[in-house]
């Protein structure tokens, strides 16, 4: 008994010290305010990204001006690629990369130019410029960086120890705001940001999660982000239909995230020589390639593939090779050294996969492209929660959770057996790489300057000077 009322007492005594302590409440409003803005900000960076693409549309869309592209969108991508490349070191590409990077960083030395406000200016402005120019590419991967930084500048001016932890609450406030998909932002930072549970962090998590919706949601209101469908899969009448789109689909998706490792690692090693011509030699060819598939389906690759995706969702046939082009256009966004995530055309690769097989099994056009969206996007990601539960939420239909959770899983086992790595964990890797280059550059330029930064007391920061690579240790791709 007195042991008991003892610890009774010492628990009265912590929650009094947390009430009453000035240090608790200024981290605490800073934290809220660090949510909060990531959510206001994901909703102005949706906005001016519609904005963008419109004026590409209006740049191009008139008549005798549909060979435009053909000259704009290789110039935008040479001078995005130069722009990330020259001045902006850290902002090229989705940005999930190298949040999860920074999460396997000791040093903070290493990661110091990939969550800066100086990258998140450099993110959103080019990726806007990018959509302006025509690429296939989304606003979601960058707003993952985005919120990132920003929680992890918040932590720092708030005092707020443990930055892996904001980083990650950044990162699911990031894809939950720009979604408006609050279940999808925590499974994201469970399955893919950490490949734990963690249930202390999964708090600092759920609670970001909430002020950054409601900022969001205060903005741009309430909305499911590809509008509803009601088409239900039957059993067993509709099943030879969710294992095609899982099947086929993350054929598709491992297609993809091998091709685009690949290529990556190719170009890297190309461009260590001469690295200032090459970037921008990738950039156009990759714009080129873009431009001319553009041309050739009459604009449709172009941008984030969104209409062509809530189209296919509203019961729409696209046209059956859409989902080639729409690929490739991908493929050379991703590639090309620009910022910009894939997400969104991923989504839109995978409703024209499922258009093209609901058309060959005479199914319903809208579960079609709901079952393709789900296998395809488990197949580029390599992490099938975060594929259903988003595709779940985004579309307002909960009757369809096993079938598309089928489709994803199926997905998800077809793309590991191409690519047994998840494609953002496997770019990390090259992220980390990078800063421990840096690094290790910059400490034989000034042996003895790079000492003092690293010593006790010394200008850098303390602790170990190590940076550790993505070594997932629980769920998929462990």
Same mark, same amino acid.
């Given at each position: 008994?007195?042991?008991?009322?003892?610890?009774?007492?010492?628990?009265?005594?912590?929650?009094?010290?947390?009430?009453? %302590? $000035?240090? !608790?409440?200024?981290?605490?409003?800073?934290?809220?305010?660090?949510?909060?803005?990531?959510?206001?900000?994901?909703?102005?960076?949706?906005?001016?990204?519609?904005?963008?693409?419109?004026?590409?549309?209006?740049?191009?869309?008139?008549?005798?001006?549909?060979?435009?592209?053909?000259?704009?969108?290789?110039?935008?991508?040479?001078?995005?690629?130069?722009?990330?490349?020259?001045?902006?070191?850290?902002? !090229?590409?989705?940005?999930?990369?190298?949040?999860?990077? =920074?999460?396997?960083? $000791?040093?903070?030395?290493?990661?110091?130019?990939?969550?800066?406000?100086?990258?998140?200016?450099?993110?959103?402005?080019?990726?806007?410029?990018?959509?302006?120019?025509?690429?296939?590419?989304? $606003?979601?991967?960058?707003?993952?960086?985005?919120?990132?930084?920003?929680?992890?500048?918040?932590?720092?001016?708030?005092?707020? #120890?443990?930055?892996?932890?904001?980083?990650? @609450?950044?990162?699911?406030?990031? =894809? @939950?705001?720009?979604?408006?998909?609050?279940?999808?932002?925590?499974?994201?930072?469970?399955?893919?940001?950490?490949?734990?549970?963690?249930?202390?962090?999964?708090?600092?998590?759920?609670?970001?999660? =909430?002020?950054?919706?409601?900022?969001?949601?205060?903005?741009?209101?309430?909305?499911?982000?590809?509008?509803?469908?009601?088409?239900?899969?039957?059993?067993?009448?509709?099943?030879?239909?969710?294992?095609?789109?899982?099947?086929?689909?993350?054929?598709?998706?491992?297609?993809?995230?091998?091709?685009?490792?690949?290529?990556?690692?190719?170009?890297?090693?190309?461009?260590? =020589?001469?690295?200032?011509?090459?970037?921008?030699?990738?950039?156009?060819?990759?714009?080129?390639?873009?431009?001319?598939?553009?041309?050739?389906?009459?604009?449709?690759?172009?941008?984030?593939?969104?209409?062509?995706?809530?189209?296919?969702?509203?019961?729409?046939?696209?046209?059956?090779?859409?989902?080639?082009?729409?690929?490739?256009?991908?493929?050379? %966004?991703?590639?090309?050294?620009?910022?910009?995530?894939?997400?969104?055309?991923?989504?839109?690769?995978?409703?024209?996969?499922?258009?093209?097989?609901?058309?060959?099994?005479?199914?319903?056009?809208?579960?079609?492209?709901?079952?393709?969206?789900?296998?395809?996007?488990?197949?580029?990601? !390599?992490?099938?929660?975060?594929?259903?539960?988003?595709?779940?939420?985004?579309?307002?239909?909960?009757?369809?959770?096993?079938?598309?959770?089928?489709?994803?899983?199926?997905?998800?086992?077809?793309? $590991?057996?191409?690519?047994?790595?998840?494609?953002?964990?496997?770019?990390?890797?090259?992220?980390? #790489?990078?800063?421990?280059?840096?690094?290790?550059?910059?400490?034989?330029?000034?042996?003895?300057?790079?000492?003092?930064?690293?010593?006790?007391?010394?200008?850098?920061?303390?602790?170990?000077? !190590?940076?550790?690579?993505?070594?997932?240790?629980?769920?998929?791709?462990?």
């Amino acid at each position: 008994m007195k042991a008991r009322r003892a610890s009774r007492i010492g628990w009265v005594r912590r929650s009094r010290a947390m009430m009453t %302590s $000035r240090k !608790q409440w200024k981290s605490r409003l800073v934290f809220w305010i660090g949510a909060l803005a990531i959510g206001a900000m994901s909703a102005i960076f949706a906005k001016l990204s519609d904005q963008a693409q419109e004026v590409f549309l209006a740049m191009t869309g008139g008549a005798g001006w549909t060979w435009l592209p053909l000259v704009l969108t290789p110039l935008g991508f040479v001078f995005c690629a130069w722009m990330a490349d020259r001045y902006f070191p850290g902002s !090229q590409g989705s940005g999930i990369p190298q949040a999860i990077a =920074i999460r396997h960083m $000791r040093d903070d030395r290493d990661s110091s130019g990939y969550l800066t406000m100086r990258t998140v200016l450099g993110k959103m402005g080019l990726t806007l410029v990018g959509l302006a120019s025509g690429a296939s590419i989304g $606003r979601e991967g960058p707003t993952v960086q985005v919120g990132a930084a920003l929680m992890l500048m918040a932590g720092r001016v708030g005092g707020l #120890a443990k930055a892996r932890g904001l980083i990650l @609450a950044g990162s699911a406030a990031g =894809i @939950a705001a720009a979604f408006n998909t609050p279940l999808a932002g925590v499974v994201f930072a469970i399955e893919e940001m950490s490949r734990s549970y963690q249930a202390r962090t999964n708090g600092v998590v759920l609670s970001t999660v =909430i002020l950054a919706g409601i900022a969001s949601l205060a903005i741009v209101g309430n909305y499911t982000y590809f509008g509803f469908t009601d088409a239900v899969a039957r059993f067993p009448g509709d099943w030879p239909l969710v294992i095609a789109c899982g099947l086929f689909g993350g054929l598709m998706g491992g297609a993809f995230s091998k091709t685009v490792l690949s290529l990556t690692n190719r170009i890297r090693r190309w461009r260590s =020589i001469g690295q200032g011509r090459r970037v921008i030699v990738v950039a156009f060819l990759a714009g080129l390639t873009l431009a001319i598939t553009g041309v050739m389906y009459h604009g449709e690759t172009f941008g984030t593939g969104y209409a062509q995706a809530r189209m296919a969702v509203e019961g729409h046939s696209l046209d059956p090779t859409f989902f080639l082009a729409k690929f490739v256009a991908t493929v050379a %966004s991703t590639v090309s050294g620009i910022p910009g995530g894939l997400f969104a055309p991923s989504l839109a690769v995978g409703a024209g996969v499922g258009s093209t097989l609901g058309v060959i099994f005479g199914a319903n056009a809208s579960l079609a492209a709901v079952l393709g969206m789900a296998g395809y996007f488990a197949g580029v990601v !390599q992490a099938p929660m975060t594929a259903f539960v988003i595709i779940v939420e985004m579309t307002g239909n909960h009757d369809n959770v096993v079938p598309v959770m089928a489709a994803a899983m199926i997905g998800y086992g077809v793309s $590991r057996m191409i690519l047994p790595q998840p494609l953002y964990h496997a770019l990390s890797r090259l992220w980390i #790489a990078d800063a421990l280059r840096k690094r290790r550059a910059m400490e034989q330029a000034d042996p003895p300057a790079a000492d003092a930064a690293s010593a006790p007391g010394g200008s850098g920061q303390p602790g170990p000077s !190590q940076a550790e690579p993505a070594r997932p240790t629980s769920g998929p791709g462990a």
